[in-house]
């Protein structure tokens, strides 16, 4: 593979990094006033650049060390998207998830503020588990109760975001959490 070629494809790698880390910069001199024992505006968004500019800096390494084997080596979203385009190959398309999709995405932004984000995100994530074609209820309801724990973990507990707790008698089910959480 010829050095030109290696650049180009590490191309949109190199922009990205840098295009991070100029944000990066931009968010250190985040001006705010410092609580003690909290994180500050920048956190979050300098550890995701960071995390970006990681990526960009493998991407291209690996390129211009694999050469041609970088690009031969396929991953899970590789053999996903090769399955996709078999099945629309073979005319299986499936526009009523999509439309569905949409409606449990309504449902949930109309329901979040009643039923609160724990319970609302378990609903949404059965919702779209259900709408991917998964059959397995017992994974279907476990990553569903997981997943609305980690994220409600996730946002109230590091990322000190305010969520929804909804109204009577569901608004128990996150009190209950947020205090097994140690959420104030």
């Not at 409606?103 to 919702?127: R, S």
Request: net charge neutral; with cysteine; proline share 3%.
């Amino acid at each position: 593979m010829a050095i030109d070629t290696r650049l180009v494809r590490s191309l949109p790698y190199a922009v990205a990094g840098a295009a991070a880390g100029y944000l990066s910069y931009l968010a250190a001199s985040f001006q705010y006033h410092a609580r003690v024992g909290t994180l500050g505006p920048e956190f979050w968004p300098i550890a995701i650049l960071a995390l970006t500019i990681v990526v960009c800096a493998w991407q291209v390494g690996k390129i211009f060390v694999m050469g041609a084997a970088a690009h031969e080596a396929g991953g899970m979203l590789e053999e996903f998207a090769d399955e996709s385009e078999t099945d629309a190959a073979r005319g299986e398309q499936h526009h009523w998830r999509l439309v569905a999709g949409m409606a449990a995405t309504l449902a949930y932004v109309a329901l979040v503020q009643k039923l609160g984000f724990f319970l609302a995100t378990i609903a949404y994530l059965v919702a779209f588990l259900a709408l991917g074609g998964y059959r397995r209820w017992g994974i279907i309801a476990a990553m569903s109760v997981i997943g609305a724990l980690v994220l409600m973990f996730i946002f109230m507990k590091l990322v000190y975001v305010s969520l929804p707790i909804g109204v009577a008698p569901f608004d128990q089910v996150t009190f209950l959490l947020m205090a097994l959480m140690g959420v104030r």
